[in-house]
């Protein structure tokens, strides 16, 4: 499941309803104390991470009406509600308008400790008399109910509840759907919810007031659980230990008091060994050193924190692993915080690199301006307060930008050279792995990686969908710009972006080019792919080359599909089909390309195209001056 949208009403600083929408990457952007943290301690509430408090309920909204309401895409396909009976939300009418699922959550935030008071869908439900109820009947009451409509059950199993609802509603030609709240927590949609939970996406949310020790949950968690699974290999052997140990021990006891016997036979009687033993885990512990021998929490706090974040991280990849959950929420705050701005780039193309695999979304807040400037409109989230205190949430546009310039700072500063603007971020780590490659060869190319680090270019993402809004962003910044687009359509046809284009080129300093071929990964060489699988233990088979307008994220997808499925490609259903899209394009644009040599890019580029790229984008940092 993805998260798309947050609602929250009488929450904190949250007294209106108020909502939030969210992409596999969302920046909350803001100043001090205006809600950002309330929005992820919101969400923490939701996925029962942590519970709420008294502090929680707006003081001045109606306080037992707290509300936490979370809206989820790319939803399961089916849910087995009734043993061996796969159903589904479509068919039990839980979905919303949108064909989203969407949960609300209400506390009574009067209380001292408040509790939840209830769990419903908000979904398009049948609201006819007597079809409007069957989730919250029991499996009597549903025969009963069937038999009152005549309702012929004989070829349906009347043990289990779903097939028994579905057969009722079937009876009906026009069930009137109609937006309704559907109770969860009753009844037969008790049930739903149960198996329903099992697909909710693991939240995990590192806060930024937290203490930076090697002592931590964070850090303490996941080598206490290496050291659980170590012990577990080691079980049998560790067994035979005791067990020699114990009767080592109870042998020298049983002579020790055979001794004082033969001394004292009235001490001796009431002498018994007793052996106690300690579990294994008790006889490690373990801290993070560096390589002068100095603990973690003896480092500095930027070093401290970077360290602790991917504890963090490997500690929600494990409770998803416990929770059998495919997807993963990682809420962070305020992630720049004690960073270097070098550091700070580097965790931004993690967190990006993260979020782009489509079982992974990512959100953090900030007030830096190193981390929104380098984010995608679409990712930012402006939150501010009205005259009167109250939160407006505003997107990426012309206007936003200047509001979020005027309260952070965003304007590049003055080490800024130029912006590159791609597609993606996968065509980031394309781009920077192949001007390592041909700088390794000799060739006089900028090294992309090192210009991105010292801060002296500034790769814009686009999103592939919205190019007209970055050149009118970028317009005002006065730097130079390089954009480069996927071509997408094979000539005679013209570029996809091709007006936008025209329009870039028509400005000062500022060009812009599209590929000759599909896409970036259409320069990739079929060995350098076979290679990067065939390390992590898949052989897949592809053609000897890729042809200029294939899709090569599909076709390597459907390679690995088939090593280890005889399902058809064409019968995954789309959501499955773009996971493993996606998950090709991970591994295309990054252990891929670092597996390509000079060589093999002359034989997929022999014009040289992309080496051109790099050397324009070269000349115009040089241009710029110091």
Not at 46 to 67: I, V
Request: aromatic share 6%.
């Amino acid at each position: 499941m993805q998260l798309i949208s947050l609602t929250v009403e009488n929450f904190r600083c949250y007294r209106k309803r108020f909502q939030i929408h969210f992409n596999d990457l969302t920046a909350l952007v803001g100043l001090n104390d205006v809600g950002k943290s309330a929005i992820l301690d919101a969400l923490s509430i939701f996925f029962e991470l942590t519970s709420p408090d008294k502090d929680d309920a707006c003081k001045f909204g109606d306080r037992n009406q707290m509300k936490i309401t979370c809206e989820f895409s790319r939803l399961p396909d089916k849910l087995i509600v009734d043993t061996d009976f796969p159903s589904s939300l479509e068919r039990e009418f839980l979905l919303n308008k949108d064909m989203n699922l969407e949960i609300r959550k209400t506390y009574s935030g009067a209380l001292v400790n408040p509790k939840l008071t209830s769990t419903v869908a908000i979904a398009e439900h049948p609201t006819t008399p007597k079809y409007n109820d069957l989730l919250l009947l029991k499996r009597a009451d549903l025969i009963k109910r069937a038999d009152e409509l005549g309702i012929n059950l004989k070829d349906i199993d009347k043990r289990k509840n779903a097939p028994l609802r579905a057969a009722i509603w079937r009876h009906h030609e026009n069930l009137m759907l109609q937006t309704s709240e559907i109770p969860l927590d009753k009844e037969g949609a008790r049930q739903v919810w149960a198996a329903l939970q099992v697909y909710l996406p693991t939240f995990a949310l590192f806060k930024s007031d937290r203490a930076s020790t090697d002592q931590d949950a964070e850090a303490q968690d996941p080598l206490k659980a290496a050291i659980h699974e170590a012990i577990k290999v080691v079980e049998p052997k560790l067994q035979e230990v005791q067990q020699y140990v114990e009767k080592e021990v109870t042998k020298i006891a049983d002579l020790t008091v055979e001794k004082i016997r033969e001394m004292d036979p009235s001490i001796a009687e009431s002498l018994n060994p007793v052996i106690t033993t300690k579990k294994w885990e008790s006889l490690f512990q373990t801290s993070i050193t560096g390589d002068e021998g100095i603990p973690l929490n003896k480092r500095g706090s930027g070093v401290k924190r970077l360290v602790l974040l991917n504890f963090f991280r490997a500690k929600a990849e494990s409770m998803a692993s416990d929770r059998k959950a495919e997807s993963i929420i990682y809420a962070i705050e305020e992630p720049e915080t004690s960073q270097h701005p070098k550091n700070q780039l580097l965790l931004l193309s993690a967190l990006r690199e993260l979020s782009s695999d489509p079982d992974r979304q990512v959100i953090v807040t900030t007030h830096t301006p190193m981390l929104a400037r380098h984010l995608p409109d679409l990712d930012l989230r402006f939150i501010q307060k009205d005259v009167s205190g109250n939160r407006m949430i505003a997107l990426g546009n012309e206007d936003t930008n200047r509001k979020i310039a005027a309260s952070l700072g965003v304007l590049p500063d003055h080490g800024v050279k130029a912006f590159v603007g791609v597609e993606g971020v996968h065509d980031i780590k394309f781009l920077k792995s192949i001007s390592t490659i041909l700088r390794s060869a000799g060739r006089d190319v900028p090294d992309l990686k090192c210009l991105e680090d010292e801060g002296r270019i500034i790769f814009v993402p686009f999103g592939g969908s919205n190019l007209a809004v970055w050149v009118s962003r970028l317009r005002h910044l006065c730097r130079p710009e390089y954009h480069i687009c996927d071509r997408d359509s094979e000539p005679p046809s013209d570029p996809k972006y091709a007006n936008e284009i025209d329009e870039i080129n028509s400005r000062e300093n500022c060009r812009a080019v599209s590929t000759m071929k599909r896409e970036m990964e259409n320069y990739l060489h079929p060995e350098a792919v076979l290679e990067a699988y065939s390390d992590v233990g898949v052989q897949i088979s592809l053609s000897a080359g890729f042809n200029s307008f294939d899709d090569v994220p599909v076709l390597v997808a459907k390679a690995v599909h088939y090593v280890n499925s005889n399902t058809e490609w064409e019968d995954l259903s789309d959501g499955k089909q773009k996971k493993k899209e996606q998950r090709a394009k991970h591994m295309l644009n990054g252990a891929s390309v670092e597996r390509m040599t000079a060589t093999q890019l002359a034989e997929t580029d022999s014009n040289r195209e992309i080496e051109g790229w790099l050397k324009d984008i070269g000349e115009m940092i040089e241009s710029v001056g110091s």
